[in-house]
């Protein structure tokens, strides 16, 4: 359904009950390139006329008596599989879209965005074929209770712009593993991709209205499935306070929601770190998708005797890196998603500057590159936790370095945050650092590095978020549990 090229490509039609139907308004979201400022793909606008017919496919799909929810899970996972296939095919086209879309740099949107969603439905077709789902249990009262774990129903799941396709898939996999359909509202910002999942999912045969996907200008769309009947689940990844609308509005309308949200993670240098070693990983745990990374540590916590040292590290690492286009393989740090990211940014650098902190490398726009949101990679040196920069999610190349005097003081320090999503320990010590990493008010930690593992759960604490993704537990969301009482 793509008209021209892949670098500028037009869709006028949504994928609903898997046909591409026509939208309700004549509106378009208009895609611009981050790295050039460039227009560079136009898709509907959806609505909540649009909305409201993917609900209803949804619905249609789940509650058929011998559709896709009553599939035996070898059946699903073998949709799963060929769903897989077709995305395989489309992986070097999604990475550029993404790309393109947000500034994502190339070399990292092909380890993600390229191969995440494939990786997530193999993972979980293995684990809905592995994990029965109805365990029987001698009663504790009479005979026996077989526990049944069936699909939960119409899943909403909405998606941010900074890793669109990784994060539809920690969602679109387990509720499809489960036995859910599902409604995707991406974000203005990055639909180009959804579209090619779209495409795949028409590829792959899967049933009508298992999978669809609508638009939205703002967060119109958003606010409607989540209040929508027909929706029996909402699945969401953003923003702290779109979190909160949500869970304020879930929680009137009893409708469970998983949220992952905002992060400001630390990082702890712990005294004894070997700091060139450790440098060589700081990059991907710090400044990952030019710092619009929700788990990545943005607060480095370095101890006093050695605060000259760590500082002068991540200057010479920040400085070092290469800014550019994202499309280049070369890029290390691309533009910003989108101008009003960027102006955000730059107010913080601003804060950051009257708060007293002190600008070791950076804090400028970088002067060779007059299009495109770029901002150089930007260190702090004297801040205060207690300052807006250490305390507020910054979600651009900007780090805090943070000075503590022992370690109890470098845990109070990490755990003085509104948020809990991430954090990490370097240390030359591992076992040190895991019991530093247990005292972590934090959803996920890594020690000397920070490698998202798919096997295991991950979401927040505090304002960071509510429920778990990935693992065997990113499963469960999307399943309820049914006890049948066997007295005889
Ligand atoms: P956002 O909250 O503005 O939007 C996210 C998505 O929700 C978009 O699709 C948007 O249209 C929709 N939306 C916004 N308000 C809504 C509402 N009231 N009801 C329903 N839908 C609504 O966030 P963003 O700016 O796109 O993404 C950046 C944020 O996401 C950052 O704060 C970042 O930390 C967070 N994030 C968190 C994780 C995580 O796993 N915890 C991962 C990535 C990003």
Known sequence: MAYGTDMWCFYDR?????EWVRPASTNTIRVVSASTEEVIGAVPQGNETDADAAVAAARRAFDDPTGWSTWSPGQRADAMLRLATALDKYSGITAIRVSSQNGMPLSISKQTEAVMPATLLRYYAGLIRDIPVEERRPSQVRGTTAVHKEPLGVVAAIVPWNFPQSLTFFKLAPALAAGCTVVIKPSPETVLDAFLLADAVEEAGLPPGVVNIVTGGGRTVG????NHPGVDKVAFTGSTEAGRTIAEQCGRLLKPATLELGGKSAGILLDDVDLARSMRSMFAATLLNNGQTCFISTRILAPEHRYDEVVEAFTAMASSLRVG????????????????????????????KNEGARITTGGRRPADLDRG?????????EVDNGAAIAQEEIFGPVLSIIRYRNEDEAVKIANDSAYGLGGTVWTADTERGLAVARRIQAGAVGVNGFTLDHGAPFGGVKSSGLGRELGPEGLSPYQQLKSVYLPA
């Open 14 to 18: 949504l994928f609903i009950g898997g």
């Open 223 to 226: 606010a409607h499935l989540v």
């Open 325 to 352: 286009d994202a499309l280049d393989s070369k890029t290390q740090i691309g533009p910003v998603a989108t101008a009003r990211q960027r102006q955000s940014i730059e107010a913080y650098i601003a804060r950051g």
């Open 373 to 381: 949101w770029f901002v150089e990679p930007t260190i702090f040196a």
